[in-house]
């Protein structure tokens, strides 16, 4: 199980933070990322870390958007400074998880957010 938390209504250029924490009966947790989908667009990539510590980002948060993960806690964060309106949608959180039913993608249940200009 995913939960995510941190969305809300911000103006351009603040900021926000989202968690998300995986629960469960967990042996290993392996990449941890973040979506978002916007009104009438298809849900896209927004940043991944990689168990190993890589990172990876969407060309349009490069620069502006930081993913950590705490691996003691099962739990990845999105640091996301200078908003800008184009960035309002519902972010989701994504988790590649090993537990005793074997290895699958889990889904967070989505948290908006609203950047006003």
């Known amino acids: 199980q995913l939960v995510e938390s941190g969305g809300g209504l911000v103006q351009a250029g603040g900021s926000l933070r989202l968690s998300c924490a995986a629960s469960?009966?967990?042996?290993?947790?392996?990449?941890m990322g973040w979506y978002r989908q916007a009104p009438g667009k298809q849900r896209e990539l927004v940043a991944v870390?990689?168990?190993?510590?890589?990172?990876n980002y969407a060309d349009s948060v490069k620069g502006r958007f930081t993913i950590s993960r705490d691996n003691a806690q099962n739990t990845v964060y999105l640091q996301m400074r200078s908003l800008k309106p184009e960035d309002t949608a519902v972010y989701y959180c994504?988790?590649?998880?090993?537990?005793?039913?074997?290895?699958?993608?889990?889904w967070g249940q989505g948290t908006k957010v609203t950047v006003s200009s």
């Open positions: 994504n988790a590649n998880v090993l537990s005793w039913l074997g290895l699958k993608d889990y």
């Open positions: 469960g009966s967990i042996l290993r947790v392996n990449n």
């Open positions: 870390d990689a168990s190993g510590g890589s990172t």
